[in-house]
C-alpha cells in the first residue's frame, strides 16, 4: 500500500490567513446579441431625416457633392440572377412544392408570404449548402459555390432583386431573439 502524501506546507493560522478567498461581488454577464437590422433601421432613419432637412431647407450656397456610398462589383453569377424572372422562380418553387411528400397547410390559413420568401426561407433550412446561423444569405451562397455545391440560381435571384443579400436567415433571427415576457 503506498504511503500517504504528505503537504510540505505547514499548516498554521498564519498560512491559512493569507490565502485569498473568492467574492462574488463583482458581476460578470454577457452582452445581449444586437438586432441584425436595428442599426439598419437607425441608418435609414438618419438618411432620411437628412434628405428631408436637405429639401426643406433650400441652402444659399451650392453643397460639395455628397460622397456616393461604394457600390460592390457584381459577380457573373450575380449578373446571371438578375436576369433571372419571376416565372422562373415561381416554376423552381412549384418544383419544390411537387417534390415534398407532405403538401402545404398554410396557404388556405392566410400565412401570407410571397414566393420569394418561401424560397429564402426553403433556402435556410437546406442544410446540404451549409450551417446558415452566424451568416448572410448572400455569403452563404457565395460560399456554397466556392465549395462546389451548386446553390440554385433562383435563390441568388430573390436576393439580389429584392435586396436582401445583408439579411440572415429566418431561423437566425429566432435563435438571436430574446424572450421578453414571461409565459403563463
Not at 4 to 15: E, F, G
Not at 53 to 71: D, G, I, Q, Y
Not at 131 to 155: F, H, S
Request: hydrophobic share 30%.
Amino acid at each position: 500500500m503506498p504511503a500517504p502524501r504528505r503537504s510540505t506546507r505547514a499548516t498554521t493560522k498564519a498560512s491559512s490567513a493569507s490565502q485569498s478567498k473568492l467574492t462574488f461581488t463583482n458581476k460578470i454577464t454577457k452582452p445581449l446579441p444586437s438586432r441584425p437590422n436595428q442599426k439598419d433601421k437607425q441608418d435609414k432613419a438618419v438618411k432620411l431625416e437628412d434628405a428631408i432637412t436637405r429639401t426643406a431647407t433650400p441652402s444659399p450656397a451650392p453643397e460639395p457633392e455628397p460622397k456616393k456610398e461604394e457600390v460592390r462589383a457584381l459577380s457573373p453569377s450575380e449578373v446571371k440572377a438578375a436576369r433571372v424572372s419571376q416565372a422562373a422562380i415561381n416554376r423552381y418553387w412549384k418544383g419544390i412544392e411537387e417534390s415534398r411528400l407532405a403538401k402545404e397547410v398554410h396557404r388556405k390559413h392566410g400565412m401570407g408570404l410571397g414566393t420569394g420568401e418561401k424560397v429564402l426561407r426553403y433556402w435556410d433550412v437546406s442544410s446540404q449548402f451549409g450551417p446558415c446561423v452566424g451568416i448572410t444569405r448572400l455569403k452563404r451562397w457565395q460560399r456554397a459555390e466556392r465549395l462546389g455545391l451548386n446553390p440554385p440560381l433562383e435563390v441568388l435571384a430573390v436576393i439580389v432583386k429584392e435586396g436582401r443579400g445583408e439579411e440572415r436567415a429566418h431561423l437566425d433571427q429566432l435563435l438571436s431573439s430574446t424572450a421578453v415576457g414571461e409565459r403563463e
